[in-house]
Structures are given as structure tokens and as C-alpha cells.
T-cell receptor
Framework: GAVVSQHPSWVICKSGTSVKIECRSLDFQATTMFWYRQFPKQSLMLMAT?????????EQGVEKDKFLINHASLTLSTLTVTSAHPEDSSFYIC??????????????FGEGSRLTVL | DAKTTQPTSMDCAEGRAANLPCNHS???????VYWYRQIHSQGPQYIIH???NNETNEMASLIITEDRKSSTLILPHATLRDTAVYYC????????????FGDGTTLTVKP
């Protein structure tokens, strides 16, 4: 299957700082990537859809000014958590579908990035 | 989205087949059934998907009933590493990225 990689795997930051998480499709081009957040013992919640070359589409209740998404190339999307606070501590996951390889809609996920805000 | 219903948890003995059911009675004609799993503290992993016919790959088999209102994921010889949360998702191919992940089934494979 297609490979999606996230970096960093985990990050600890101080309250008020910003953190950037990268999501890369390693062996395919992804015009669309997706960002999720997962709190302990809960399921994944879609935060936003990242579109290459255009603005991201955010799900209801997700603050676009707090969670900045940039999809500047066909293999890279970034999520920046701005002015992070302890309540932003979570497991952030990205995914993409390998549409250019004729895949039929299955999603390939990154390894996840665990953010801890002190 | 078609809503899916899965059991909260299941146990399976190591080496035996694990059969994970999923009900999706409101599935539409153009919607696929996708299965993913998430091992603790990792990103989800794609397992298999199907539309109408039964499917098999190196990881699992997917059995879809003729009326498409339910399906079963089969792990033929479960190992301890198959312990994970298994998600059944029903979605159109072009909108798969907007998939809603429910609570899934927590499969525990026991020695």
C-alpha cells in the first residue's frame, strides 16, 4: 500500500507556543489529505480536509485560526497548532488517498503525532 | 454516511479465526465497505474494502451479505499482534476521506 509519514512522532511544548506537524506522502501524490485528532480512549475525529494549492476545509467546531493547515505541494501537508494550550494535547493523525494510483478510496494514515502541552 | 454498528469488544484465541461483524443496513448502492484497524498509539491501518463481492488479501477476508446490509471481517489465524481496534466504515469512494470513525470493535487476541 501507499506510505504516509508524519513528523514528529511526539512533541512536548510550553503553553503559548506553536507546533508544526508534517504529513508526507512518500510514494504517491496526494491532492487531498485529512487531519484528525484523537483524545485518549476516543475515536478519531476529522478536523479538516487539506487541499493542495487551496484553503483547507475545516469541520464544524474546529478553529481555523488555531489549527493552520498548509498543503503547498502534492506530497506535503502541515498542521500548525498555534498558541497551544494543555487542552490541545492530543494525538494528531493525517491521512491521504492515493487517487493518482487508481486506488479506490482507501485511506493511508501517518503514524500519528502525540502533542503534549505543558 | 451509512451508519455502522459494531460490537464494542471481542476476544479471540491465538491461532484461531477472528470474525468481526458490522451492520450497515442503510448502505447505498455506490457505497463501499472499508475496514481499518488501529493498534494502540499508532495511526490506523487500512485492511480491506469491498463493494458487493467478497474480497481477500494477505491480511484478511471480507464477506459482504447479498443484500449488503452487513459484513464480516475475517482474520484467518489471529496473532497477538492483531490486538487492536477495528473500524468498519461505509462511504462512497470519492468521499472516503470524510469517513466517520465510530467506536469500532476492540479485538483482544489471547494466548
Amino acid at each position: 500500500g501507499a506510505v504516509v509519514s508524519q513528523h514528529p512522532s511526539w512533541v512536548i511544548c510550553k503553553s503559548g507556543t506553536s507546533v508544526k506537524i508534517e504529513c508526507r506522502s512518500l510514494d504517491f501524490q496526494a491532492t487531498t489529505m485529512f487531519w484528525y485528532r484523537q483524545f485518549p480512549k476516543q475515536s478519531l475525529m476529522l478536523m479538516a480536509t487539506s487541499n493542495e494549492g487551496s484553503k483547507a476545509t475545516y469541520e464544524q467546531g474546529v478553529e481555523k485560526d488555531k489549527f493552520l493547515i498548509n498543503h503547498a505541494s502534492l506530497t506535503l501537508s502541515t498542521l500548525t497548532v498555534t498558541s497551544a494550550h494543555p487542552e490541545d494535547s492530543s494525538f494528531y493523525i493525517c491521512s491521504a488517498s492515493a487517487e493518482d494510483r487508481g486506488e479506490t478510496g482507501e485511506l493511508f494514515f501517518g503514524e500519528g503525532s502525540r502533542l503534549t502541552v505543558l | 454516511d451509512a451508519k455502522t454498528t459494531q460490537p464494542t469488544s471481542m476476544d479471540c484465541a491465538e491461532g484461531r479465526a477472528a470474525n468481526l461483524p458490522c451492520n450497515h443496513s442503510t448502505i447505498s448502492g455506490n457505497e463501499y465497505v472499508y475496514w481499518y484497524r488501529q493498534i494502540h498509539s499508532q495511526g490506523p491501518q487500512y485492511i480491506i474494502h469491498g463493494l458487493k463481492n467478497n474480497e481477500t488479501n494477505e491480511m484478511a477476508s471480507l464477506i459482504i451479505t447479498e443484500d449488503r446490509k452487513s459484513s464480516t471481517l475475517i482474520l484467518p489465524h489471529a496473532t497477538l499482534r492483531d490486538t487492536a481496534v477495528y473500524y468498519c466504515i461505509v462511504r462512497g469512494r470519492l468521499t472516503a476521506g470524510k469517513s466517520t470513525f465510530g467506536d469500532g470493535t476492540t479485538l483482544t487476541v489471547k494466548p
